[in-house]
């Protein structure tokens, strides 16, 4: 039986929810110690729809930085988007402007992750894969959110959900890493963080995203 790219969509998108499921509650125990009240904690996953996003702007307000750095640092975590959005463009040009806007707020880093794994050329099908992949995470991180502002604080220290994030990261570099430049990419990404993790606010993910984003667009651009 053959499967239409909306139903593929979600069941592809389900094995790769499982890693970030114990990352939901890592959100959870986030917001508590941060002294959030658990619905505006709660409100920032259909506002912002970004783990690490999320996880960066609280644990920073908890840890007593302002506003604004705390905001300046999130958006620094979420700047790999520009690479996401350097590699879907060509895709995302051939699709409708509503498409572009919604697409945009659902593209996480497992459903980039499913594009490139994926890959559909046509532009309908890709559409409704795309959409469906992202909208089943959405729908499934808005319940664990849920559930892990209100049952994370009660989760022993011992459990190590910390690890949660970091494990999560490598599993999709490793899925999404099937060419030469994109591991190299990865790499290159990596030993940048790694050179410039002492610098204020993050600021050395930025110059990561950054480096990478550049490399990238000369390794694909065409060669006369």
């Not at 509650?25 to 409100?43: K, M, R, T």
């Not at 992949?133 to 808005?142: E, Q, R, S, V």
Request: aromatic share 12%.
């Amino acid at each position: 039986m053959t499967l239409t790219p909306a139903r593929q969509g979600c069941l592809d998108a389900l094995p790769l929810f499982i890693p970030a499921l114990p990352f939901a509650f890592v959100f959870g125990v986030v917001v508590a110690e941060a002294g959030i009240p658990q619905w505006l904690g709660w409100s920032s996953s259909p506002i912002i729809f970004g783990g690490a996003i999320q996880v960066t702007l609280f644990t920073l307000i908890g840890e007593g930085a302002s506003v604004a750095a705390a905001v300046s640092a999130a958006l620094i975590v979420g700047a790999r988007h520009m690479l996401y959005s350097v590699t879907l463009a060509p895709k995302f040009q051939n699709q409708p402007g509503w498409f572009r806007w919604i697409g945009s707020y659902v593209l996480i880093d497992q459903v980039f992750v499913l594009s490139q794994i994926k890959p559909i050329d046509e532009p309908v099908a890709f559409r409704r894969y795309f959409l469906s992949a992202g909208f089943t995470f959405w729908a499934l991180w808005m319940t664990c959110t849920a559930l892990g502002v209100v049952l994370g604080p009660a989760i022993p220290p011992e459990w190590g959900v910390e690890f949660a994030a970091p494990v999560l990261f490598i599993s999709l570099m490793m899925a999404a890493s099937d060419r030469r430049d994109k591991l190299a990419a990865a790499g290159l990404a990596m030993i940048i963080t790694y050179l410039s993790a002492g610098l204020p606010n993050r600021v050395g993910i930025l110059i990561a995203v950054i480096s990478t984003v550049v490399v990238m667009m000369l390794l694909r651009k065409p060669r006369s």
